[in-house]
């Protein structure tokens, strides 16, 4: 009997024999929903064939989770030490570091952990190497950093998109526009916003067919794919930010650099020479949206040497979340907060739970009488 990884292959031959147009979108959709479910299998296996897709057992700490992407020899274990001090093995030869090495950045008051992983290789997400350890430890970050030789940095950047995308990790990209309910009973429901979408009713049916669903609600809201409503069907992605880090640029010319530094999502380095680390770290701060918020007591001072950092969409959070990352009772206790900084119409603004704070506001809780 043909294993996971055949199957897979054997679809993906097919897949690369059939003509994409609008006759063949149903069966290229059907196609990648059956790929899907047996990527899941390798992902996800069944408990009497043992633990496979675990990752590293690190504890996470600090305030956010950054790991280091890429092939063997890219620069990871330098570029880790220079950032955090703490030593990674590093030579000059492939798969150097054989386990997940932790450090922390401290960063405007922020503790960012760094996890050096073992250099991906070609079929990792099929089980080779140590490529599901690796991969599932890269879902636990909050962001990647895909380091890659700036000699080869496109043929690998493709190559890693595509073994973390069959791990269910989407780099750079939104959760699709896409509404999907299960119902017991009144056949596919399907509408959508799109005229002359990548998306039909026909496609949606037989990849819910594949999926043995045959009463469902489908709502789609803008230009998606066959693969992203699949995505959607699966409901285990994971869509993380990334920043592409061009290592080795002392081996390129003036002309080349400024080239590089045009492409969004691109930051070019030396790990070697500590070039460029500063706009990597500023980077890395953006990405991660953190918020800093400082604690003022009644009747003195905001305490600006301990912030309290937060990790908010596009760098907002709200006064909820900041009360309860002091302590879980304190937002149940709260009447109000009172506000200083950019998020504040006037200082003091007077607020509720919900107003959304920014970085380094000041923030005074006053609670229930």
Known sequence: MASA??????????????????????????LKAKLAKLRRE?????????????????H?????????VGFPSVGKSTLLTKLTGTHSEVAA?????????PGVIQHRGSKIQ????????????????????????????????????VMKPITHKRLIEYELEGFGIRLNKEPPNITFKKKEKGGINFQTTVKDGQLDEDTVKKILAEYKIHNADVFVRA????????????????????????????????????????????????????????????????KLALVRVYTKPRGANPDYNDPVNMQGAKGKCTVEDFANKIHK?????????????????????????DHLLEDE?????????
Request: charge should be negative; charged fraction near 25%.
């Open 93 to 101: 030869y492939e798969f150097t570091t054989l386990t997940c090495v």
């Open 329 to 353: 009772s304190i937002a149940a206790e709260m009447k109000y907060a009172l506000v200083w900084g950019t998020s504040a119409k006037h200082r003091p603004q007077k607020v509720g739970k």
């Open 223 to 286: 230009d998606h794919s066959d693969e992203e409503f699949i995505d959607v069907i699966e409901g285990n992605r994971i869509y993380i930010p990334c920043i592409c880090v061009m290592n080795k640029i002392d081996q390129i010319s003036l002309d080349e650099l400024e080239l590089l530094d045009q492409v969004p999502n691109f930051c070019p380095i030396s790990s070697h020479h500590s070039w460029n680390l500063d706009g990597l770290l500023d980077m890395i701060w953006k």
């Open 5 to 30: 990884v055949e199957k897979i292959r054997e679809i993906e031959f097919e897949m690369s024999r059939t003509q994409k147009n609008k006759a063949t979108s149903g069966h290229l959709g059907l």
């Open 114 to 149: 760094l996890l050096d992983l073992p250099g991906i290789i070609e079929g990792a997400k099929d089980g080779r190497g140590r490529g599901r350890q690796v991969i599932s430890t890269a879902r636990t970050c909050d962001l990647i950093l895909m380091v890659l030789d």
């Open 42 to 58: 390798i992902l996800e296996p069944s408990k009497s064939s043992g633990p496979a897709g675990t990752g590293f057992d690190v």
């Open 361 to 369: 506001d000041v923030v005074q809780l006053v609670k229930k009488t």
């Open 60 to 68: 996470k700490t600090g305030d956010s989770r950054v790991g280091l």
